[in-house]
Structure formats: structure tokens, C-alpha cells
């Protein structure tokens, strides 16, 4: 078992994500079997209860588990399928020695941070990189050295690395390398300092990625080595990128993976890197042949990453089919019926995400009803299928009351309402239907074709559902269910008949989207709207 520790200092947001998916990446191109954890140090269970404002996307796994944005990042790079072990949270670890202590299981002792809290936190991690049958497990440690919360993690850390070996363990560092000044002098006292910070701790990093603008010049990697301890081949450098799935790429130019095989003694399926695959989709990702715009309505465009899995499952479409698919956001609590024609003009195709409560949904509606109105290719995930069928109720069916009961309760047309199984439901942790579910697609549908299959298995988020007495009205008036979960009664995907693209989906499919496998519905909607650009 060998352990690859990422954590980050100075500030937050440096891509300890995308520099420990990048490493998973490498390491697979040569042979070698990779795994993935992440460390939140945050005292929530997990991700689920988060406002998306509040620390992204809440990422969706096959076993149902609400995760931190990275795992997704993880399973992209990695092409791996997690669960929820894989996400380890201080909120996890203190009730599970809360729960221990109740029990007993202490014997009496006074249960402290060191050692009842880190030796959870070890247990938690080998137990996982042992189950994982992984040749090499990427641990990346949320927070930034130095914080007082992530202290028990940096110990749990260090206390491996012993009990191990450094032979089995080593630590990569990501830090900042700000360019100051007219002259464009790169500045590496922050690096020193973080890593003296990281050293006062006991852990001595292996390889120093220098987060810059550029590549850094040889004699700041010179001064970094001499002032950190490390060869000068060991500080490398993660520029601004055209895109984050050239950051692999880019570590390999500088020779990561070696340092890593080398250091860990690691054996290579092969001495050469496999990674012609990967190259090419990156290509197809920054030279595309054509561009389309995506309008994504929704409630929560003030940070990109509430939508993460969205977007980057465009990207992946989109180099599929050597097209841009520019994502703009419209901030749906903002758009009305009669505003919606001058905001959406330019959308070559309308996504409507997944969400929780009331705000924003009048827009939603606005943006589906124009969708439908002008031919414009159309996918609704989640909230957006429900949305899909509320608009058609109340414009083609003429209920123009008709919402959801997570709207208005009291409404008389509750096309959507709570699902049977949510009736009495207290907690709202871990509470709704989730993760990977099978879905039967019918025959002669859009997206059976765009699957190529009869029986799909996809995650889904959910607590209200669409009403399955107005199926029959729905469908006579050419709003299809043409998926079905597996025991026919609930409604999964709807396709309205004589639209070039109008396609709804219950389940999240931006989840199982991978960079050389697009999700199918995203991947029809780009194709849809590449259509339209062309007439």
C-alpha cells in the first residue's frame, strides 16, 4: 500500500484537486492501479446538506453517498467509481469516536485528539486504500497547511508516514509562486514559508508544485530546493492552463510520475506512458472545429462551481464532436416570459440544472416554455425535468395552476409531489432517493439512441418526483416518458415529440460523464444545437 499525501498552502484554491487527479492520471497512463481519497475538514457528515454557495456542487456517487466537488474531479481523471469511504470528513470522524466512546470501546481511557481522533483517521484511510486494491492511493488534504482544523489530518499524516515508512509514503505540496511587481519577479518566500509551516509539523514534503501564471524560471525552482530541502527536479511548476485537463500533461513534461515511481518504488505495467488517448482529447478540447452557446438557467450562477459537473460534462461533449460548447449563465431568478426572448437570443441550446425550493423557478419555467416555443435544443436534469413538465401542463394543457408541492403545496395540479417513500422523512442528511439507479428506456426513443441501450444505470438526488395520474394527459399532448425506473412507476425521461431536442431526465447523468465517454444526454444536446447553428 503506498500513500501519495496533497496538501496545499498560502491560500486556498491552488488545484490540489486537479494537481492530485493529474498524479492518479500519470500513474495510471503507466499500468499502475490508482485510488483516490479526499480529506474535508469541515465537521459536517458530508457535502449534502451544503448550499451550493457554501462549497460547490455536491457531487452524487453510485452508492448514493453526497460528496466534496473533488471526488468528482477524481473519478474523471481516474476513470474510477468511488464511494462514500473515499470521503472523509472531520464530522465523520469525531462521531464515529463520539459513538465508540458511548460504547465503551475506550475502556475508561480519556478520549483526546491524539490519540482516539487520528488513529480513527487512520484507520479510515488504510482501511480504505486496502479495499481499494489500488498499487497507489491519492490522499488530498483539504484546508490549507496551517489551519487549526486541519492539524489532526497533517498529524494522522505524519504518524503514517512513520508507522509505514517513507518508503510507502510521501507528501506533495502545493503552494503559491506570485509574480510581483512591473518587473515580473516571482516571489517564493510564500512557498518557504509554507513549507517551514508544513516542516514544523514533522512532514517534509517530497515534490513542490509552484502554483504561477508561468512556468517558474530556474532560478526560482534553484532557490525554492535550497531553502525547502529538495532537488531541484522535485519543484515543478503548474501554470495557468487552457484547460484543467491539460494540467496531466503538463506535469508530465517535467517528469512527476518518475519522481513518484522512483521515490515509492513503484513497478510500471509499462516504462512507457500511455496517454495518446488522453492527448487527444485535449486536443479536441482547445482546437475545436466549431463553437456553440449553452445558456445554463439556474439559481445558483454566482459560482461556477454549482455546476460543475455540468459544465464539464459539455466539455466533454463538445471535444467529442470538435465543438465548443461555451456555457454562459442566466440567473433564472431574474428571467421572465417576457424577458426570456432578449436573454436567451444568443443559447444555441438551454440546460436547465437540478436545485431545491421555490426561488428561481418561475425563470426555469420561462426558460423551458421558450425552449419549446422556438425549437431550441433543450435538456432538463433533475428540477429541470420537473420544471419540463409543469411548463407543459400549464401552457399546453391549459392547468395554469398546476407546480409542484414543493412550490406551492396547495396547489389543485400537483403534476409533481413528494415521493411516498419521503412522506414522514425527519433528517434532511442522507434522506432522499440517491446514487446509481436503473432506468429502462423505450424503444424508438431519443435516448435509448443516444445510450445505445435498453437499461441504463444513472445517480440520481431527488425528493419529489413527477405525478403519475397525469401521465396519460401529459403524453397524449406529446410530452413521452420514454424512461421509466425499473419498476415502471416513476417517470424517468421525458421527449417531446416533434422538437428537434427537448429532453428531461429525473437522474443526474453530468455525474457519470467522463472525459472519453460523454454523458449521452449532454453529448445530444451539443449535437442539437450544432444543428441549429447550421440552419
Known amino acids: 500500500m503506498k500513500l501519495i499525501f496533497v496538501s496545499g498552502g498560502v491560500i486556498s484554491g491552488l488545484g490540489k484537486g486537479i494537481t492530485a487527479s493529474s498524479i492518479g492520471r500519470l500513474l495510471a497512463s503507466r499500468g499502475i492501479r490508482v485510488s483516490a481519497i479526499k480529506i474535508d475538514p469541515y ?40 464511494t ?21 470501546d475506550y475502556l475508561g481511557k480519556t478520549v483526546q485528539i491524539i490519540p482516539h481522533i487520528t488513529d480513527e483517521i487512520k484507520r479510515r484511510i488504510t482501511t480504505v486504500a486496502r479495499a481499494s486494491g489500488a498499487d497507489a492511493v491519492i490522499v488530498e488534504l483539504g484546508g490549507t497547511v496551517g489551519d487549526m482544523e486541519s492539524m489532526p489530518f497533517l498529524e ?29 519577479e516571482e516571489k517564493t518566500k510564500p512557498t518557504q514559508h509554507s513549507v517551514k509551516e508544513l516542516m514544523s509539523m514533522g ?20 532557490k525554492i530546493a535550497m531553502f525547502c530541502d529538495l532537488p531541484e527536479e ?7 492552463a487552457a484547460t484543467i485537463y491539460e494540467v496531466p500533461l503538463l506535469l508530465e513534461r517535467q517528469g512527476v510520475a518518475d519522481l513518484i515511481i522512483d521515490r515509492l518504488r513503484l513497478r510500471p505495467m ?14 479536441g478540447v482547445m482546437h475545436p472545429s466549431s463553437e456553440v452557446m449553452i445558456a445554463v438557467v439556474g439559481k445558483y450562477t454566482s459560482l461556477a462551481d454549482s455546476y460543475l459537473s455540468h459544465l464539464e460534462a459539455l466539455v466533454h461533449a463538445g471535444a467529442a464532436l470538435s465543438c465548443r460548447a461555451k456555457a454562459f449563465f442566466v440567473d433564472s431568478d431574474l428571467l421572465t416570459s417576457d424577458n426570456a426572448a432578449e436573454t436567451l437570443r444568443d443559447a444555441d441550446g438551454i440546460l436547465v440544472p437540478g436545485g431545491f425550493g421555490h426561488r428561481g423557478v418561475d425563470g426555469m419555467i420561462a426558460a423551458a416554455g421558450y425552449a419549446r416555443e422556438n425549437g431550441v435544443p433543450f435538456l432538463g436534469v433533475c428540477l429541470g425535468f420537473q420544471i419540463a413538465t409543469i411548463e407543459i401542463c400549464r401552457d399546453v394543457l391549459g392547468l395554469a395552476s398546476a407546480d409542484s408541492t414543493e412550490s406551492d403545496p396547495g396547489t389543485p395540479d400537483p403534476v409533481v409531489c413528494l415521493m411516498d417513500e419521503q412522506r414522514g422523512v425527519g433528517g434532511k442528511g442522507a434522506s432522499m432517493r440517491l446514487g446509481a439507479q436503473e432506468v429502462e428506456l423505450s424503444e ?16 440520481h438526488r431527488h425528493r419529489y418526483e413527477v405525478n403519475t395520474a397525469y401521465a396519460e394527459r401529459l403524453e397524449a399532448a ?57 440552419e
Not at 203 to 222: F, M
Request: negative net charge; aromatic residues 8%; contains cysteine.
Open 444 to 459: 424508438g426513443s431519443v435516448a435509448r439512441s443516444l445510450y445505445g441501450s435498453a437499461v441504463v444505470s444513472e445517480r
Open 203 to 222: 512532514i517534509r514534503p517530497d515534490i513542490i508544485v509552484g502554483r504561477c501564471s508561468r512556468e517558474i524560471d530556474q532560478q526560482a525552482r534553484a
Open 43 to 82: 465537521i459536517n457528515v458530508d457535502a449534502g446538506t451544503m448550499n451550493p454557495y457554501e462549497h460547490g456542487e455536491v457531487y452524487v456517487l453510485d452508492d448514493g453517498s453526497e460528496t466534496d466537488l473533488d471526488l468528482g474531479n477524481y473519478e474523471r481523471f481516474m476513470d474510477l467509481r468511488l
Open 478 to 534: 406529446g410530452w413521452r416518458f420514454t424512461g421509466r425506473s425499473d419498476d415502471g412507476r416513476r417517470m424517468e425521461v421525458g421527449e417531446l415529440q416533434g422538437h428537434p431536442y427537448f429532453v428531461a431526465c429525473q437522474f443526474h447523468p453530468e455525474f457519470g460523464s467522463r472525459p472519453l465517454r460523454p454523458s449521452p444526454l449532454h453529448l445530444g444536446l451539443v449535437r442539437a444545437a450544432m444543428n441549429r447553428v447550421r
Open 156 to 184: 494522522a499524516a505524519r504518524q503514517l508516514s512513520a508507522e509505514l515508512g517513507r518508503e510507502d509514503v510521501m507528501f506533495v505540496h502545493t503552494t503559491l509562486v506570485p509574480i510581483m511587481g512591473s518587473v515580473g
Open 234 to 240: 522535485a519543484v515543478v511548476s503548474s501554470t495557468d
Open 84 to 104: 462514500g469511504e473515499h470521503n472523509i470528513t472531520t464530522g465523520k470522524v469525531y462521531r464515529t469516536v463520539i459513538e465508540n466512546e458511548r460504547r465503551g
Open 270 to 283: 509499462t516504462s512507457r506512458r500511455d496517454m495518446s488517448e488522453w492527448e487527444s482529447f485535449v486536443d
